[in-house]
């Protein structure tokens, strides 16, 4: 059993300028993924790509997480609070986003993005789809530090006492996401999309593995305490990542209709 390090959340301060340690590891996502796409870049991928498309891309892509994250928190977790307080909505310096919104919002970002470029919407998503795991893996990396988003209690030897929470021992579930969801999901990613591919396989299989990964991590992750448990003694995670599970079993049986080739 392990007692959580209790990080400061602050990583640097220089007078009033205060650096938080999350803020770096959404920065560290953003580094990997301009790194990792000009790597594809160079290996053939995305051959009508240019460096200024990644970059545009990104900085859509921001926007849609921010936006969709945020939205997504108040429709699927408190629209009945958000509703009485609305202007809290803004808030977003009080936390609360949700991962489902702010993949909605970057597939909103996305066909954006591919309506002004003249790019094919899936073949965007297919180009992309290996980039976004580690930077997933960063964000749960975040987590851990925060000590935010504690797992449930456990009496296996690897259990966490997260002291802010209780004296509890608990799986620390934001590890296991870092490695389901963001590095193992990677792994597989990378070596799918680094050969020819039908249209839409590597996004089917981003959404079926990251959804599967989701689902199975929750069964370890305290849920929200404010909702518990939904329908079938499942979590709000788990809800939301079966549509994409389904979806991404989908395409790729969609997919392997289409003869193979590269498509961004």
Known sequence: MFVHPQ??????SIGPLAVRWYGLTYLLAFVLFLALGRWRMKQGAGKTWVPQDLDDLLFYGVLGVVLGGRLG???????????????????????????HGGF??????????SERR??????VTDFIAPLV?????????????????????????WSMIFPQVDQLPRHPSQLYQFALEGVALFVVLWWFSSRSRPVGAVSGLFLLGYGVCRFLVEF???????????????SMGQWL???????GGAMLAWAYRKPAGFSA
């Open 7 to 12: 990080f400061d959340p602050i990583a640097l």
């Open 73 to 99: 928190y108040v429709l699927f977790y408190k629209p009945a609070y958000y509703l009485d307080h609305p202007l809290e909505i803004f808030a977003v310096w009080q936390g609360g986003m949700a991962f």
């Open 104 to 113: 909605l919002g970057v597939l909103a970002a996305i066909w954006f993005f």
């Open 118 to 123: 003249g790019k094919s919407w899936l073949g």
């Open 133 to 157: 795991p580690l930077g997933l893996a960063s964000g749960r990396l975040g987590n851990f530090i925060n000590g935010e988003l504690w797992g449930r209690p456990t009496d296996l030897p």
């Open 220 to 234: 370890a992750r305290e849920p929200d305490g404010f909702l518990g448990f939904l329908a079938l003694g499942l």
């Open 241 to 247: 990542s079966l549509p994409m599970i389904l979806a």
